[in-house]
């Protein structure tokens, strides 16, 4: 069945810029969609089809895709943007990676 | 606006049987593909389920192969999830979700419920 990795956690002062990371076997070729999750919360989308942003979503949400790494990137982090963050892919089955734990310092 | 709200989570015994409903509201809701996705304590999220908009076309993961049926009743705009056989395992959070693709698939989830808990255990 098809993996994808994320890094634990990753942490940064507001303002810095965060990338989060979803390695997969050749993931360039799928289309990625990534999730955050606040404690006690349902996820929310934040970005699909590689680099989309759903409406209500800021700017400082993108994202990339390509080769075996597709990145989140939250440009300017703030307090809010703390969070769990989950890339997805399907697989011929709905396949989330193993979620990155963004902490804002 | 939007809504999907679960229920029918519990405490149940390994071995038996639970059915957890959505009831979905501000959309067409016999126009959309819905999930399952599973969140055990403190763990990842866990693909458990999609079925078609009409349902007829339902894929599960091999976790639950077998033992969950995804179903949907479109007169009464609810999604299910009969839950047999169950073990300690299936303990965790279950969300319904909807799939953004209006009469087919987009393979993602653009709305969540808030969850329903479900707890396996002796």
């Known amino acids: 069945s098809y993996v994808l990795t994320q890094s634990p956690s990753v942490s940064m002062a507001p303002g810095q810029t965060a990338r989060i990371t979803c390695g997969g076997n050749n993931i360039g070729s799928k289309s990625v969609h990534w999730y955050q999750q606040k404690p006690g919360q349902a996820p929310v989308l934040v970005v699909y089809d590689d680099s989309d942003r759903p409406s209500g979503i800021p700017e400082r949400f993108s994202g990339s895709n390509s080769g075996n790494t597709a990145t989140l990137t939250i440009s300017r982090v703030e307090a809010g943007d703390e969070a769990d963050y989950y890339c997805q892919v399907w697989d011929g089955s709905g396949v989330f990676g193993t979620g990155t734990k963004v902490t804002v310092l | 606006q939007v809504q999907l709200v679960e229920s029918g989570g519990g405490v149940v015994q390994p071995g038996r049987s639970l059915r957890l409903s959505c009831a979905a509201s501000?959309?067409?809701?016999?126009?959309?593909?819905m999930y399952w996705v599973r969140q055990a304590p403190g763990k990842g999220l866990e693909w458990v389920a999609i079925?078609?908009?009409?349902?007829?076309?339902?894929y599960y993961a091999d976790s639950v192969k077998g033992r969950f049926t995804i179903s949907r009743d479109n007169s009464k705009n609810t999604l299910y999830l009969q839950m047999n056989s169950l073990r300690v395992e299936d303990t965790a959070f279950y969300y319904c979700a909807k799939d953004p693709g209006e009469g087919n698939y987009y393979h993602y989830m653009d709305v969540w419920g808030k969850g329903t808990t479900v707890t396996v255990s002796s």
């Open positions: 501000g959309f067409t809701f016999s126009s959309y593909g």
């Open positions: 079925i078609s908009y009409d349902g007829t076309n339902k």
